[in-house]
């Protein structure tokens, strides 16, 4: 089955500085990635996604870069926030059905 | 309109025991999973229904574990016999259709943190 490996598993910024987390995936199968961001206590509540098809989506402060010879993808947070501070997953989806496998996860804080 | 909903928040149990938590998807929403969450650990998928079909019931990890959806939208996850591994946040999320090629988002619940003494 899938795999996805994530890096790094914390992360500290100073404010306005830029956040890169990193995860691969052992699937070649895989069509779709999304990010999730979970608060301390919350539900994760996904921020982007990515599908196959493209090599880079962004909104706003967040983007999101695939390369699928390589199979992995990374997400990159510009001008962080201190609500930007909580924790990130990566996750991958197979071509067929839409059970998503995730990452373990990294911890951000974001320094004012 | 209202989020996946699901009762209770926290479950304290005894080992041994057999435990309930459920799920309300969004309305509309066909597609429901139910994924496990341990502590420092991203969530893992247990059971995927669409409609009132298991549609892939891969990530059970053993025959204590068992989820219907009888009307094809409350869900219930089952344990029989609890074990103190069971413990972690029990997480369902619904999304609409899943077609061949379409991938909609999954909407999460707020989890059952289920704690086995």
């Known amino acids: 089955g899938e795999n996805v490996e994530q890096h790094p598993s914390t992360l500290s910024v100073q404010e306005g500085d830029s956040a890169v987390i990193k995860c691969t995936y052992s699937?070649?199968?895989?069509?779709?990635f999304p990010w999730y961001k979970q608060e301390l206590g919350k539900r994760p509540q996904l921020i982007i996604d990515?599908?196959?098809?493209?090599g880079e989506k962004k909104d706003q402060r967040i983007a999101v870069t695939l390369n699928k010879t390589a199979k992995h993808f990374s997400l990159h947070i510009t001008e962080t926030q201190p609500e930007d501070s909580a924790v990130y997953f990566c996750?991958?989806?197979?071509?067929?059905?839409?059970?998503?496998?995730f990452g373990g996860g990294t911890r951000v804080l974001v320094k004012p | 309109g209202a989020g996946v909903s699901q009762t209770p928040s926290n479950k304290v149990t005894e080992k041994g025991k057999y435990v309930e938590l459920r799920c309300d998807p969004i309305?509309?929403?066909?597609?429901l999973y139910w994924y496990r969450q341990s502590l420092g650990q991203g969530p893992e998928f247990l059971i995927y229904?669409?409609?009132?079909?298991?549609?892939?019931d891969s990530g059970l990890p053993n025959d204590r574990f068992f989820a219907v959806r009888p009307e094809g939208s409350v869900s219930t996850l089952k344990i029989q016999r609890t074990e103190r591994g069971d413990s972690a946040v029990y997480l369902c999320?619904?999304?609409?259709?899943?077609?061949?090629?379409?991938?909609?988002?999954?909407?999460f619940g707020p989890g059952t943190r289920l704690t086995v003494l």
């Open positions: 999320a619904s999304s609409l259709t899943w077609t061949s090629g379409v991938y909609n988002e999954q909407f």
């Open positions: 699937d070649s199968a895989s069509n779709y």
């Open positions: 990515i599908r196959s098809n493209v």
């Open positions: 996750a991958a989806s197979p071509a067929a059905g839409n059970k998503l496998t």
């Open positions: 309305s509309g929403h066909t597609a």
């Open positions: 229904f669409q409609g009132t079909g298991a549609a892939d």
